[in-house]
């Protein structure tokens, strides 16, 4: 069983189209990281999340952490070709070893 | 100020070898990890060193994998009697950690591949 249930794990759609990508648990968290990993590179840093209820905007990346701190979601407007991608989100618990989902492959088509 | 680096970049290698890949975290980071990722999938955890603590092995598939950071600095992953199915990207990723946060720095990753 995984600690954390990304979904969905693959994701086509065009240009223009909006999405949102689910990061799912039954364990409540102090903080929860998503990042971004580009084919051929390592992974990086987009947010960290650490109360419940926030919500972060990153240009077209908007991210909330649940009120129960348990799941989080990233909603892309108007998505690009720059945006593909594997979506991974993380969570630690402070000096605990940080733990990732299995990811969202997103492919967005010109 | 400089990231995480790997090297080799690029491996290839013959079944039954063994392999090492170095890993230089960023300085003053106290937290190292290894992953693997195969193509298309997601990061698949090795091991964990943090600071003087024991480390987090429970990862490693096989015996035949091995990991050890001398100084609190610099990592090597110790492949033996390499398989076809240890090929993958293997990442390192280093930290800073405090009780709040602990963001991963990734490096480029080592892409090994066995034939």
């Known amino acids: 069983t995984q600690l954390l249930e990304q979904s969905p794990q693959f994701l086509s759609i065009q240009e223009g189209e909006n999405l949102t990508v689910y990061c799912n648990s039954s364990?409540?968290?102090?903080?929860l990281q998503w990042y971004r990993q580009e084919p051929g590179e390592g992974p990086v840093l987009l947010v960290t999340v650490v109360t419940g209820g926030e919500v972060k905007k990153l240009k077209r990346l908007t991210f909330q952490f649940g009120d129960a701190r348990k799941d989080s979601s990233l909603h892309i407007t108007a998505a690009q070709p720059g945006d593909t991608g594997l979506y991974l989100c993380a969570v630690s618990g402070g000096y605990q070893k940080v733990t990732f989902g299995i990811g969202t492959k997103l492919q967005v088509i010109p | 100020g400089a990231g995480v680096s790997q090297s080799p970049s690029n491996k290839v290698t013959e079944k039954g070898k063994d392999v090492e890949l170095r890993c230089d975290p960023i300085s003053g980071h106290t937290a190292l990890y290894w992953y693997r990722q195969s193509l298309g999938q997601g990061l698949e955890f090795l091991i964990y060193?943090?600071?003087?603590?024991?480390?987090?092995k429970s990862g490693l598939p096989s015996d035949r994998f091995s990991a050890e950071r001398t100084g609190g600095s610099v990592s090597t992953l110790t492949i033996q009697r390499t398989q076809q199915e240890d090929s993958a990207v293997y990442l390192c990723a280093s930290s800073l950690v405090s009780l709040t946060t602990d963001t991963q720095y990734f490096g480029p990753g080592t892409r090994l591949t066995v034939l």
């Open positions: 364990s409540v968290f102090s903080s």
């Open positions: 060193f943090q600071g003087n603590s024991a480390p987090d």
